[in-house]
């Protein structure tokens, strides 16, 4: 960042102005991120289907994962998956947080263990959701309180280099 500031003509930053500087960028990136796509609007509204569809993919996705890494477990398994399984395994254990088949196994489990969970969890979300009474709309949107771009340009400007003319 001290790169851009000084390239722009301004004194460095303190450490306060630097913070308040990149949390409102941050925080105006991440409102022209959610500009963008179905949820523009200003009086868009989040929608209990939309979620519980998103609820449900994420579920149908983590239980697919769990049915392959099933087989790093002993039992009878399509060749297939038995092959997806040992290719992940081999990489996982050329990875030195790992190190090791065996280690490589262990970690495939757990993980497994834990997609199940996550996918129960997101399948109880979507029900719980379906529980709640039938409205027309969801909730409108939260509108962002952060300072306006012109409080960031007056904090910059605050800082600006006075440049002395030549001549």
């Known amino acids: ?17 630097e913070s308040f500087v ?6 105006a990136i991440g409102q022209w991120g959610m500009s963008e796509g179905d949820y523009q609007a200003s009086d868009a509204k989040l929608d209990i289907e939309d979620i519980q569809q998103s609820l449900n ?3 149908t996705r983590l239980d697919e994962v769990n049915d392959i890494l099933a087989a790093v477990e002993e039992g009878i398994h399509h060749t297939h998956v038995i ?12 990875n030195p947080e790992i190190g090791s088949v065996e280690d490589a196994q262990r970690f ?8 199940g ?8 979300a979507n029900w719980l959701l379906s529980t709640l009474p039938k409205r027309r709309h969801g909730r409108i949107r939260q509108e962002w309180h952060a300072p306006t771009p012109a409080a960031l ?4 400007e605050r800082s600006k280099k006075r440049i002395k003319a030549t001549g």
Not at 83 to 94: F, H, N, R, Y
Not at 117 to 124: F, Y
């Open 22 to 27: 990149r949390s409102t960028m941050g925080h």
């Open 108 to 115: 495939l489990a757990d993980f497994r263990s834990r997609a």
């Open 1 to 17: 960042m001290n790169d851009v500031i000084s390239t722009l003509g301004f004194r460095p930053l303190s450490k306060k102005d």
């Open 153 to 156: 340009v007056q904090r910059l």
């Open 57 to 59: 993919g994420v579920a």
């Open 117 to 124: 969970t996550v996918a129960h969890g997101a399948k109880v």
């Open 83 to 94: 092959e997806v399984v040992g290719q992940i395994t081999s990489a996982l254990s050329e």
